[in-house]
């Protein structure tokens, strides 16, 4: 009689490694020009993609609760004929506790201000400052912690590099993101 060795799960959300279990795994492509829409991938399950048909221009933002890893809201913020204070609104009003993950589409900088800026910094960004007009931008932060861990990558829109034309390559980022509901700070 021979034993058979049950199949080791693949990795979550296509990563080459498994998570440890107190992290997330996560993997966020950011759009391709203004033809080929974002996906965001959270814990082994497609959150956001054109084929769910739930992405839009702009910003697509998933936010999850980082304690037990509970989507709470996915949403596109429309940066092209979004009003910019309900966008503003959107983004002052994630509680602390949350995991955003973020891909833009298109173009992030038609309605962004600076005070949107400083809503994702204080989320961990450190490049949002630089998001000019066409860059594609991919972002996980986390709102309401002391502790600041972000993964984040941007492509500059540049014509002599671009890949799409006017549009720079297409973005990924992907990890393991720490539960880290013992450091929430509520204050």
């Known amino acids: 009689m021979r034993l058979r060795a049950t199949p080791k799960a693949a990795p979550k959300c296509k990563l080459s490694r498994h998570c440890p279990l107190d ?15 974002p996906k965001i991938c959270f814990d082994g399950k497609n ?7 739930n992405v839009g221009p702009g910003l697509n933002v998933v936010l999850v609760n980082n304690e037990n890893g509970v989507i709470e809201k996915v949403d596109f913020l429309n940066m092209n004929d979004g009003n910019p204070a309900e966008i503003l609104a959107y983004l002052k009003a994630i509680k602390p506790g949350m995991i955003v993950l973020l891909a833009s589409f298109d173009d992030v900088t038609k309605k962004m ?10 989320l961990g960004s450190t490049l949002i400052k630089s998001v000019k007009h066409r860059d594609n931008w991919v972002f996980v932060g986390s709102s309401g912690t002391s502790k600041k861990i972000s993964f984040e990558k941007l492509a500059v829109n540049d014509a002599k ?7 720079p390559e297409m973005l990924e980022v992907g990890g393991c993101f720490p539960r880290m509901s013992s450091q929430i700070d509520m204050n």
């Open 23 to 37: 992290h997330f795994a996560f993997h966020i492509t950011s759009g391709a020009a203004d033809i080929v829409g």
């Open 47 to 53: 959150i956001m993609s054109t084929v769910l048909n």
């Open 113 to 122: 201000t600076d005070e949107m800026r400083d809503v994702f910094v204080a």
């Open 161 to 167: 590099t671009n890949i799409y034309g006017a549009w």
